[in-house]
């Protein structure tokens, strides 16, 4: 009756019937089929289960029985259990009705091999699990309800045992953790989540709560999967199971944003309690209920809670208040000066803000005042006015043609006071200079601003340019200020003009300087005439000053031509007086005295007469009438003298 593998023991026919009806009363199905799964025996349960008689079943495949959507589940399981050459095992499925009822049934499945390993068929015992399959249905619609219930709570909920192992948890947590299916939190501690850094505290706090009871409003941080950090208020109580601890109930509610709120509103008051302005909070009457520290410090005052604003006014000014508390009522948020008494008599000026209050309903229920201390910016203010009226009166004074241009050559701004513009301030403002200069001034101006950027140093150049029917001298210096280029023009015409009539001038005297030299050597001329035979011819009148240039030259040329003769020719000399005669005279004594003979020549009747009329005595100073005469005289006097010395030389010998 049943299908047996070759290594299966044999049993005696009653046995098997015996065995069968058993399993007819208990409500099993027994099955058996060959390698391809067509069913070769089935009892008689069928007819419960299949509705066809066990006859009708024979020859057929398992499959046809099974509900549609479970056969490919089962036939991969069949084969994976054959590659395996697993022996036995257990499936659920189901299986359907001729009336088209569905039962869902677990099997018991012993697969057959023969000795050499091949496939020989399958013996299967079925039992219905629908009753099972009903009531697990209802406790999982519960239980689904339960958790779609916990799952959209605002908390996170979680519950662990004993040793801090996680049960179970809401899709809160599970999203925190960064993980997806519930099955990958069960059995993990917080050692094993994002939050592995504190779980060494979250531990000691469920172990105190399995211990001591719960705990509440715990307030700590929470790293989560996706790396961001979250503020948590947590409670824990004891999971209590057969009125047991069995571990622990978490829950938590995110306070991240209370907290930032909180954080939020101690940075302001941190802010508004080290402020620099003043601040104060009025009630709607004006009645101060909280100033900062800087207000009072501002108004020289400590107790100015309860006080009114009014009152700390200055007297001339409490008229605007009514108009400020008008406009802040309209939500103008207005703004305006005021005055205040220093608790030293002096007055503080401020600029004020006085923003309104309200509370959700719209109700006024006080101001803030905002006091910005400009006492000070007003004296600076004054001080700036001042120093800008000197500045504006000394550049008043400077000649100069300032302008202003960027590090890349546009022009920004200009002053000028003396220097005309050559072109209208509209064709060079925000221009580039290369766009309105003269292209050799474009470039002399580009090398330098080049030369400015590069080094730091000031630059200075000069350049000409027609203005008008004249050509004009201009001196240009750039220099940094600040981020950007001032430059400096300056008119230098006339004291280039005056510069070039100096040298012209410097010019002439080095001309009158050189014709005076060659004068010079014209009014005192000196000629060798033979060895030792030197002439003067002078021409002219002769001053004192000339006179002393004729000894000089004289003298000079005696000594450097060793001259024994020295002829004065003054044929040209209109006139011989007193002075001139005694500078003649002197000349030829100190002549004398470097050993040569002075020959006068060229005495006029006129000058002779004059000469003797003064009375000058010539003494040993030769005189012959022209200058001919007086070479004649000269070269005849040499060669005697070396005629006298070669005879002593023979004489001698």
């Known amino acids: 009756m049943t299908h047996q593998s070759s290594s299966s023991p044999s049993l005696p026919p009653h046995y098997l019937e015996h065995f069968a009806r058993v399993l007819e009363f208990a409500g099993l199905i027994l099955t058996e089929s060959d390698a391809q799964g067509n069913i070769t025996y089935i009892n008689q349960a069928t007819h419960r289960y299949f509705g066809y008689a066990p006859e009708e079943c024979i020859g057929k495949s398992v499959l046809a029985f099974t509900h549609p959507d479970d056969r490919e589940t089962l036939q991969q399981t069949m084969i994976e259990l054959i590659n395996r050459q697993q022996r036995s095992a257990e499936i659920e499925n189901r299986v359907i009705h001729r009336d088209g009822t569905v039962y869902a049934f677990l099997w018991s499945i012993v697969v057959h091999y023969d000795d050499n390993g091949n496939l020989t068929g399958f013996t299967s015992i079925g039992q219905d699990i629908s009753a099972l399959h009903q009531l697990r249905d209802k406790l999982y619609e519960k239980r689904e309800i ?31 953790a960064g993980l997806n299916t519930f099955a990958e939190i069960i059995g993990k501690t917080d050692f094993d989540l994002p939050w592995r ?90 009645t101060i209920t909280y100033v900062n520290p ?42 305006a000066r005021l005055r205040y008494m220093h608790s030293d008599g002096s007055v503080i000026t401020a600029y004020i ?62 002053h000028t006071n003396e220097i005309a513009l050559a072109v209208p301030p509209e064709q060079f403002l925000n221009q580039h200079f290369a766009e309105v200069l003269p292209p050799e001034l474009a470039d002399l101006t580009a090398r330098n601003l080049e030369a400015l950027k590069r080094t730091g140093k000031m630059q ?93 030259s004289l003298l000079h040329g005696v000594a450097e031509y060793r001259a024994s003769i020295a002829i004065i020719d003054i044929t040209g000399v209109k006139v011989v007086d007193t002075q001139v005669a005694g500078a003649l005279l002197r000349t030829a004594q100190a002549a004398g005295m470097l050993g040569a003979q002075v020959v006068i020549t060229g005495i006029r009747p006129e000058i002779a007469q004059t000469m003797v009329y003064i009375g000058v005595d010539l003494g040993n100073i030769v005189t012959k009438a022209t200058l001919q005469e007086g070479i004649a005289f000269a070269l005849n006097h040499r060669r005697v003298k070396q005629s006298t010395r070669n005879g002593n030389v023979r004489i001698m010998k």
């Open 460 to 552: 200075r150049y000069e350049y000409q340019l027609p203005v008008g029917d004249q050509i004009r001298d201009y001196e240009g210096r750039l220099t940094l200020s600040g981020n950007d280029v001032l430059v400096v023009i300056r008119d230098i015409t006339e004291q280039r003009q005056a510069e070039r009539e100096r040298q012209t001038i410097a010019m002439q005297e080095q001309i009158i300087a050189a014709q005076q030299a060659i004068l010079h050597e014209l009014s005192t001329p000196l000629l060798p005439i033979a060895e030792g035979v030197v002439a003067m011819p002078l021409i002219g009148a002769i001053d004192s000053s000339r006179a002393q240039l004729v000894m000089e």
């Open 353 to 414: 803000s006085l923003p309104v209050l309200r509370n959700r309903q719209g109700t006024i229920t006080g101001y803030g005042l905002i006091n910005h201390d400009i006492t000070e910016e007003l004296k600076s203010a004054e001080r700036l006015r001042a120093s800008e009226q000197r500045q504006r009166a000394l550049l008043q004074a400077i000649p100069d043609l300032i302008l202003l241009m960027t590090p890349d050559g546009v022009f920004l701004d200009y």
């Open 197 to 286: 850094d504190k779980a060494a505290a979250y531990q000691a706090h469920d172990q105190v709560v399995l211990t001591s009871g719960p705990r509440l409003n715990i307030e700590e941080t929470l790293v989560r999967g996706d790396g961001s950090s979250i503020w948590l208020r947590t409670g824990k109580v004891p999971l209590i199971r057969n009125q047991q601890v069995a571990g622990i109930i978490g829950f938590y509610e995110d306070i991240t944003e209370q907290q930032q709120k909180e954080q939020e509103r101690r940075t302001l008051l941190l802010l508004v309690e080290n402020a620099p302005d003043g601040i104060a909070l009025l009630d709607p009457q004006l």
């Open 294 to 335: 800087a207000c009072s410090t501002m108004l020289g005052k400590r107790d100015l809670v309860g006080q009114s604003w009014v009152d700390l006014v200055h007297p001339d000014d409490r008229s605007q208040i009514a108009t400020i508390v008008q406009q802040a009522m309209i939500g103008s948020n207005p703004h």
């Open 146 to 176: 339960l958790y779609n219930v916990i799952d959209n709570l605002p908390l996170g909920i979680f519950w662990k045992d004993k040793e801090s192992r996680f049960l179970g948890c809401n899709r809160r947590v599970l999203q925190d």
